[in-house]
């Protein structure tokens, strides 16, 4: 105690605070780090939430801050998403040097996410921001000011990983789709072909100051069987494979870690870590399957594996 108590007052004399950890910022493509970090600018009309009507809250690509929530979202027929407030705190702006405009980042990551303009008269609150859509996620949920990660895991039928994710403190929202394949846009249809190269697998938005990516993991991990190849139960089928999706650097060395004990007690483990890509959201009627159904999951449970 009384060393613990030193070690304070000598960091408080030296004029610096403890260090806070800082969350792994998200691996970003080409097109992504273009914008983002080298502050470059999409072609307009080309951004996938220039459109965007659905009810909901833009987070940063790079980080997961929550940056802008749809009310604020208008049509400014300039080609990229705008608004006209930003989430308190969420938002810094910084003047160009040569004085024209005014650029706009992400308050957590200084993640580049486009310009504001004032007074053009759009709205009654006479600001726009001119957003990029790369810089952007968007989450059909309105989420409180903070910073939310994103996780992606398949192992078998998302309908009974979905289950059990959605039930844990801290889950903001579960969504069930394909990724890990080749072809853009896949119909379940397709997938099940096993031609796609996809899996059944699912995004996971959640809340850190309520859950952590290792928890979430941990229990990914013991909802389903990571030893069988290509199946989970009755179903058979690359599509039903297990499989870790990364995003970060952080979130690679927790699952080889997790995978190395489990390895260590005998777990002939087949679940594959690999670098997420595009995740494409499954048809309607496979999203809260369960809830919506009343039916129980067949082929997922727990089993206590830590």
């Known amino acids: ?50 459109k965007n009507t659905a009810k909901g809250t ?4 790079q980080c997961g801050s929550a940056l802008y929530h749809s009310d604020s979202k208008f049509d400014a ?31 957590f990551c200084g993640g580049h996410l486009g310009h504001v303009f004032n007074g053009e008269g759009f709205t009654p609150k006479n600001i726009r921001h001119c957003v990029n859509s ?17 996780a992606v895991f398949a192992g078998g039928c998302f309908w009974g990983v979905e289950y059990f994710l959605q039930k844990e403190p801290g889950v903001v929202l579960v969504t069930s789709g394909y990724t890990g394949g080749h072809v853009p846009n896949p119909s379940y249809r397709e997938v099940c072909t096993g ?21 979430l993991l941990q229990l990914f991990l013991e909802i389903h069987d990571p030893t069988q190849v290509n199946r989970q139960g009755p179903d058979i089928g690359e599509q039903y494979r297990s499989e870790i999706f990364y995003l970060n650097g952080e979130q690679k060395e ?15 483990v087949a679940t594959a870590v690999t670098m997420a890509s595009e995740f494409y959201e499954a048809e309607d009627y496979h999203q809260d399957y369960y809830f919506k159904t009343g039916k129980l999951p067949y082929c997922h449970g727990y089993t206590k594996r830590f």
């Open 77 to 107: 027929h300039c080609g990229w998403p705008s608004f006209d407030d930003e989430i308190p705190g969420a938002v810094l702006r910084h003047p160009d040097p040569d004085g024209m405009r005014t650029e706009i980042t992400c308050a």
């Open 58 to 61: 833009y987070i940063c690509k």
């Open 195 to 215: 031609t796609t190269g996809h899996a059944e697998a699912v995004k996971i938005i959640y809340d850190t100051r309520l859950t952590s990516y290792a928890k």
């Open 254 to 268: 927790t699952a080889e870690k997790y995978l190395s004990i489990l390895k260590s007690k005998g777990y002939r």
């Open 1 to 50: 105690m009384k060393r613990l108590l030193l070690i304070y007052i000598l960091v408080i004399m030296s004029g610096n605070s403890f260090p806070q950890e800082k969350p792994a910022l998200n691996l970003l493509t080409r097109q992504e780090a273009d914008v983002i970090i080298r502050k470059g600018t999409e072609r307009p009309f080309t951004g996938k939430y220039e």
């Open 134 to 150: 790369v810089s952007l996620d968007f989450v059909p949920v309105v989420l409180k000011p903070g910073r939310y990660g994103t």
